[in-house]
């Protein structure tokens, strides 16, 4: 009962803070963002990020004004991934907390309804039109890694990627 009070509570909240959705119809598609950028915008145009590597035709970052806690889920990192200069993807790994794992998965339910679970495992998709997202929950540290891409960019990475 408590998970659930705590779920409803936190649907309402989010609202106010760094993730947008259009409430009225929830929509994996409909302006997407997370700390203010949306896939898909041009690495010129976002300030404040840094560079760490170049891993598979990807180029990773992470930005310097990071969010740290999600109505509250501590977040542990953040990495933004581009492909063509454009935001391809971003992965968020969330503190080792089962409850905080639980909560962000009900949101997520509450956001996009049930997902498609894969096997057993705490492992969920969303898909939409354009945007997927996967949620995947190490059973053992209760770390969840949250992963949210543009479909369209993520084929055009494919293609080049299988060329190899």
Known sequence: MFYIKKILIFGLIFLSHNFFFVFAQPNLDDNFEWNKIFLRTPIDSI?????????????????NQEIKNFE????????YFFYEKKLHSIVIKTKENAEQAELLLGWLKLMFGEGK???FAPR???????VEI????????HQVEWKIFDISLQKE??????KL
């Open 124 to 130: 969920y998709n969303w898909k939409g039109k354009k």
């Open 72 to 79: 509250g889920i501590e977040i542990e990192q953040v990495r």
């Open 47 to 63: 300030a404040n990020l840094k560079f760490l590597k170049n891993q598979n035709f990807l180029q990773v970052y992470v930005h």
């Open 157 to 162: 990475y494919e293609k080049i990627y299988k």
């Open 134 to 141: 996967f949620y995947d929950k190490n059973i053992i540290t």
């Open 117 to 119: 679970q894969f096997g």
